[in-house]
């Protein structure tokens, strides 16, 4: 049985159709990516798979149950878990406060929440900022407490909205390293991801979404050299340095 089915999903936003009739599917362990220019139906897409929207139309299946009128901190407790690409930790709560609001999805304990929120702090590098107040970090510390809030919540599948948008190079790379050990661990990632060095080089798979309709779906090599998506969103530019 596969992880993930998602069987002819759509939704619409008054007259703009933000995800039309898509279809796909993952398996146990894998690292897919979901690329497309602005507005393509991405983050809708998220949305949808984590109980955020009601899709009009199609069915979402998560370790073979549908997640039909499921609440998100249900299919949370599932094993499906997602970051926010405008992330908003509670800003007064210390950086181990905010952790402990997501590993308490898998605890009634305080105390064992507590301690599962250092494990994940300490794993992503944050554990030094512990009892910082959440808004006082960078946008890099933001991100990385973002992926620790919802690692914390222990997924099997993990959903990551822009978790590199706006970092440097080297603070890229450090998310990178980070993800490729969840995923070692057996976590899922479905990677939505405008950084294309980061997203080519942690995908199994790429699928590419152009006004809410996939247009391209294959190893990332392939995607990269689809004339449709270099059309549609990668350029002449992109196809330039590729090929360096
Ligand atoms: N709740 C909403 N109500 C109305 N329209 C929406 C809503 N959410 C998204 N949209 C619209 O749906 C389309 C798809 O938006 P979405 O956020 O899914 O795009 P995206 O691919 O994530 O883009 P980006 O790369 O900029 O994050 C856009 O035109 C957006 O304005
Ligand atoms: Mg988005």
Same mark, same amino acid.
């Given at each position: 049985?596969s992880?993930?089915?998602?069987?002819?999903?759509?939704?619409?936003?008054?007259?703009?159709?933000?995800?039309?009739?898509?279809?796909?599917?993952?398996a146990?362990?894998?690292?897919?990516?979901?690329?497309?220019?602005?507005?393509?139906?991405?983050?809708?897409?998220?949305?949808?798979?984590?109980?955020?929207?009601?899709?009009?139309?199609?069915?979402?299946?998560?370790?073979?149950?549908?997640?039909r009128?499921?609440?998100?901190?249900?299919?949370?407790?599932?094993?499906?878990?997602?970051?926010?690409?405008?992330?908003?930790?509670?800003?007064?709560?210390?950086?181990?406060?905010?952790?402990?609001?997501?590993?308490?999805?898998?605890?009634?304990?305080? =105390?064992?929440?507590?301690?599962? !929120? *250092?494990?994940?702090?300490e #794993?992503?590098? $944050? %554990?030094?900022?512990? /009892? @910082?107040? &959440?808004?006082?970090?960078?946008?890099?510390? =933001?991100?990385?407490?973002?992926? !620790? *809030?919802?690692?914390?919540? #222990?997924?099997? $599948? %993990?959903?990551?909205? /822009? @978790?590199? &948008?706006?970092?440097?190079?080297?603070?890229?790379?450090?998310?990178?390293?980070?993800? *490729?050990?969840?995923?070692?661990?057996?976590?899922?990632?479905?990677?939505? /991801?405008?950084?294309?060095?980061?997203?080519?080089?942690?995908?199994?798979?790429?699928?590419?979404?152009?006004?809410?309709?996939?247009?391209?779906?294959?190893?990332?090599?392939?995607?990269?050299?689809?004339?449709?998506?270099?059309?549609?969103?990668?350029?002449?530019?992109?196809?330039?340095?590729?090929?360096?």
């Amino acid at each position: 049985m596969s992880l993930l089915e998602v069987r002819a999903v759509a939704k619409r936003f008054g007259g703009l159709q933000a995800v039309s009739d898509l279809t796909f599917g993952m398996a146990d362990g894998e690292v897919l990516g979901l690329i497309g220019p602005n507005g393509a139906g991405k983050t809708t897409v998220f949305n949808l798979l984590s109980g955020f929207l009601a899709a009009d139309a199609g069915e979402i299946l998560f370790r073979g149950r549908s997640l039909r009128g499921l609440r998100p901190h249900q299919i949370c407790h599932l094993g499906l878990t997602r970051t926010f690409q405008i992330v908003r930790p509670f800003p007064h709560l210390s950086v181990l406060e905010n952790v402990k609001v997501g590993a308490l999805a898998r605890t009634a304990s305080a =105390r064992d929440a507590a301690a599962r !929120a *250092r494990r994940v702090l300490e #794993e992503i590098g $944050l %554990l030094a900022k512990a /009892e @910082v107040p &959440a808004g006082e970090l960078t946008l890099a510390e =933001r991100k990385r407490l973002e992926l !620790a *809030r919802a690692l914390a919540t #222990e997924p099997v $599948l %993990l959903l990551l909205d /822009e @978790v590199m &948008a706006g970092l440097t190079a080297a603070e890229t790379e450090r998310i990178v390293e980070l993800v *490729r050990a969840i995923n070692r661990r057996g976590v899922a990632v479905l990677l939505i /991801e405008h950084v294309m060095r980061a997203v080519m080089s942690l995908s199994e798979r790429i699928i590419v979404l152009n006004y809410g309709e996939r247009i391209a779906e294959g190893p990332p090599a392939v995607i990269a050299n689809d004339p449709r998506v270099i059309e549609a969103y990668l350029g002449e530019e992109y196809v330039g340095a590729a090929q360096g």
